[in-house]
């Protein structure tokens, strides 16, 4: 492969078989992940569906998975991925979570890392559902061994080049993209898809395939990297959503404001971001929501692709740059941008696509309207060109496992879905003792006085849920409010309060996702096809969870 230029290889490597995608072989320990940081996540926990499944496979923990795999009873295996009898456990080596209280994630974590709260550190706060930018400031220290999650991952790369020496230098990797939204991949397969893998089509990167593109990582300078901002603000510019505008104006102010490296190295003469503010600060120059300068002249780069003059939604409003302290002394409000559809004004109530209708800016679709066929050929295939419902799926989680472990108590087959959390404060504080006091303090389940008569239950009973999946113990609020037939338990209650054991299992009663697996659904995975732009962290296989029998 020398000389050889690291995408062209990489093309025909995957074309003649000799390089493999690591999708291919997911169970291979090549391709296990062995190390996971969680930041502010509670991955396994209220994001994770397929809570015991995460125990057994990824932590190689206790769990509670009572099904069987697919080479145990028989069933149809996957021919398009390597197939391995023994099922992975145990894939991770090192499991650390940064949290500020100990959620399921931290419980089943290596190391634990105290970060800081509310009123313990610097940062910023905004919602797409109101029109502000609010600070979190410093009243008094972290307490104890705690730091603010800026320090922590500061921290972490300051020790990070200290050890590079002898180990990683300036490495060269090749790195696979997916086919974008707002750029011209988005329009890469127009007339169906053709598989290179099947030979139906050539690989053609960037069209049939992903991208591939070589990047450079200079690992001794991951701090001083960390610690700056980089030169492509300066070289590139800023931008978002198929458009881009330059920065070099906001670049030069930022050194100003925050000063620039003295130390000599690969980023001497950039803009400082040393502290958690200089951070806030950078987020606030950059942003068009943030600086009016920067506002007008993202709404200039629109004008050019529409044609159109839309830049007097911020010119208003041009000179104001909004700063850290402005927002500590009282929450501002956000300039009008094109990275949203929705327009800041004081006659007119921010509204989703606001800016489509009286700016004749196009939607972000194939047609540039609103769609409400979608002619996708894979849409066709499953009958969903409009919108249409779908009944539970029967996923066969039941019937292999009834009266397993039978105690003489009625056992009912119910339909499982999990609502937003109800006695919490988003998906944090459902262990705060307001919300415990509020609500039976500790993890319920709700089901119709219907059904509560047939299998004999009464309000505020010990119950059990149970699948293949695993298992949940939780008392019961039998509720006329509930459809019989259904059977839910509100999201992001841990078991870390008030949960017993479980009868079927053996381990401690589970969580809502206990009695959950991940689906995958194919037209989810759309790709090269304008607003089905499939890629990971962006438009994907959502996490349904609300399509269970219990």
């Known amino acids: ?200 089509c050539e690989l053609i990167p960037g069209k049939t395939a992903p991208n591939i593109a070589v990047v450079e990582r200079d690992y001794p300078n991951v701090f001083k990297r960390f610690t700056a901002l980089g030169p492509l603000m300066d070289k590139v510019g800023n931008g978002g959503k198929g458009i881009a505008w330059n920065t070099q104006t906001e670049v030069e102010q930022l050194g100003q404001l925050n000063g620039k490296v003295k130390e000599a190295g690969a980023t001497q003469g950039m803009p400082s971001i040393d502290t958690d503010i200089d951070a806030c600060e950078v987020i606030l120059q950059l942003a068009p929501e943030t600086n009016g300068h920067v506002a007008v002249k ?78 996708h050929p894979w849409m066709s295939a499953f009958g969903e060109n409009f919108a249409s419902y779908r009944p539970p799926v029967d996923l066969k989680t039941t019937g292999a496992i009834e009266n397993i472990k039978g105690n003489g108590n009625t056992e009912i087959l119910l339909n499982f879905i999990t609502p937003h959390q109800k006695w919490g404060i988003h998906s944090t504080y459902s262990d705060n003792l307001l919300m415990l006091t509020l609500n039976r303090g500790g993890p319920v ?41 259904m059977v839910l338990m509100y999201h992001a209650q841990e078991k870390i309060i008030n949960t017993p054991g479980s009868e079927i299992t053996g381990q401690r009663g589970g969580i809502h996702n206990s009695v959950t697996r991940i689906v995958l659904k194919p037209t989810h995975m759309i790709g090269g096809y304008a607003q089905f732009s499939y890629g990971f962290n962006y438009y994907g296989t959502i996490g349904t969870n609300r399509d269970e029998f219990v």
């Not at 000389?3 to 320990?29: F, I």
């Not at 090549?30 to 994001?47: D, H, I, K």
């Not at 300039?335 to 559809?341: A, K, N």
């Open 298 to 375: 993202a709404w200039e780069a629109l004008s050019k692709a529409t044609g159109r003059e839309h830049a007097h939604l911020a010119l208003h409003r041009e000179d104001e740059k909004i700063r850290f302290r402005d927002v500590q002394a009282q929450p501002r409000k956000i300039i009008s941008s094109p990275t949203w559809s929705g327009l800041e004004s004081e006659k007119v109530s921010y509204n989703a696509g606001y800016t489509n209708v009286h700016e004749l800016i196009p939607w972000r679709t194939l047609t540039g309207r609103q769609q409400f066929f979608l002619d």
């Open 445 to 485: 389940i709700w089901l119709s006085e219907t059904d509560a008569k047939r299998a004999g239950i009464a309000d505020n009973d010990w119950v059990e849920l149970f699948n293949v999946n695993g298992a949940i113990a939780a008392r019961a609020v039998v509720s006329q409010r509930v459809n019989p037939g």
């Open 1 to 200: 492969a020398a000389g050889v230029d690291p995408k062209d290889y990489v093309k025909r490597a995957l074309k003649d078989g000799s390089l493999q995608m690591s999708c291919e072989d997911p169970d291979d320990p090549a391709n296990w992940p062995r190390n996971l940081f969680v930041w502010r996540s509670n991955l396994l926990g209220s994001s994770g569906k397929g809570h015991e499944y995460f125990l057994k496979h990824l932590l190689g923990t206790s769990h509670g998975v009572m099904g069987k795999d697919l080479g145990e009873d028989g069933r149809q295996k996957p021919h398009e991925v390597v197939w391995r009898d023994e099922a992975p456990e145990g894939k991770l080596d090192l499991l650390v979570t940064l949290d500020f209280r100990m959620s399921t994630t931290c419980v089943y974590s290596d190391i634990v890392l105290p970060t800081a709260t509310w009123y313990e550190k610097n940062d910023l706060n905004t919602s797409d559902m109101h029109p502000f930018i609010h600070p979190l400031s410093t009243a008094v220290d972290p307490a104890w061994q705690a730091k603010s999650d800026w320090e922590i991952y500061k921290g972490f790369a300051k020790k990070f080049s200290e050890l590079c020496p002898g180990h990683l230098g300036v490495e060269k990797e090749v790195v696979l993209s997916p086919l974008m939204h707002d750029t011209p991949a988005e329009l890469a397969q127009p007339f169906g898809v053709a598989d290179w893998k099947r030979g139906e």
